[in-house]
């Protein structure tokens, strides 16, 4: 049995940011959560951290919270994250956690204490000058961790920026560019694969060879990967009809396709799609139970 925790962003009123498939028998099972006295607006990065899964959650005004969910879901614990702004995705290295803070174009580290505290920190940032480029996911390569990014914003707003990229935090260096909207780096045979999400495809970066392979996957906004030793499988959310950043009509009014979660072979053939529910209209993240 293989099931697949997603993270579903920017939800509607009373919809769960989480949900459950089963992908031998593919129903959607919505997660509901406690009142946390706030209102949550979706969930983004989620990982493993140890036996727990944390979740990353919105708030209102770019607030980020952070759910540990124990295991067998025996307990919820949550912390407000006062150094994050708009959190996106989330990886553990060793004992702490590392969080994408969007808002300010960092990555900020989370150590838990032994008073049942979390300590923040600022773990690297991008050029601050450059202005906001839509930090969103990183993975951790050869005990180098790398983030994406979407560039600096082009005039226009995001849905024309298009000079987006995957960095080594370690060095600066720009390893793979230009990429419109990368979501989901994800490790994988020594190299990598992100999801190039503004034109549904997948680059496959080649650490050995120093070079990425494109596999068209979809026409749809692909985000959100996962992997088992035999299938990839990936998040298609629906195109936007409004910006988000800006309210304004985008150039693809229509949707292409609804939210959908895939399952393809590794040389990237879909041989699984599940239709979700027309509610869910944004899949950020995936990960494997």
């Known amino acids: 049995m293989t099931e697949v925790l997603m993270s579903f962003c920017n939800v509607a009123p009373d919809l769960p940011p989480l949900g459950i498939i089963d ?168 190299g990598f694969l992100v999801a190039e999400s503004g034109t549904g495809t997948l680059w496959q970066y080649h650490d050995d060879l120093h070079a990425a392979q494109l596999h068209r996957v979809v026409h749809g906004y692909l985000r959100g990967l996962q992997a088992n030793e035999d299938r990839i499988f990936a998040g298609v959310s629906r195109m936007r009809r409004t910006s988000r950043s800006r309210g304004t009509a985008t150039s693809h009014p229509g949707s292409v396709m609804d939210a959908c979660l895939l399952a393809l072979t590794p040389d990237m053939t879909v041989v699984q799609k599940i239709d979700l529910p027309k509610e869910v209209a944004e899949i950020y993240d995936l990960l494997l139970l």
């Open 23 to 190: 992908m031998d028998h593919p129903r959607l099972r919505y997660v509901t959560l406690p009142d946390f006295g706030r209102p949550v607006n979706g969930a983004t990065g989620i990982c493993w951290l140890d036996a727990q899964i944390a979740v990353v959650l919105q708030h209102d005004a770019g607030e980020t919270g952070l759910l540990l969910i124990a295991p067998q879901w025996r307990s919820l614990s949550y912390y407000p994250l006062r150094a994050v702004l708009d959190g996106h995705s989330a990886i553990a290295i060793g004992d702490e956690l590392f969080v994408v803070s969007t808002g300010t174009n960092s990555l900020i580290r989370l150590r838990f204490t032994t008073q049942g505290t979390i300590d923040e920190d600022l773990a690297w940032a991008s050029d601050q000058t450059l202005g906001p480029v839509h930090l969103n996911s990183l993975a951790t390569v050869h005990n180098d961790v790398l983030v994406s990014c979407f560039g600096v914003q082009h005039t226009l707003g995001w849905q024309h920026t298009r000079e987006g990229c995957v960095i080594n935090t370690r060095t600066d260096a720009i390893i793979l560019s230009p990429l419109y909207h990368p979501h989901s780096l994800m490790p994988i045979q020594g």
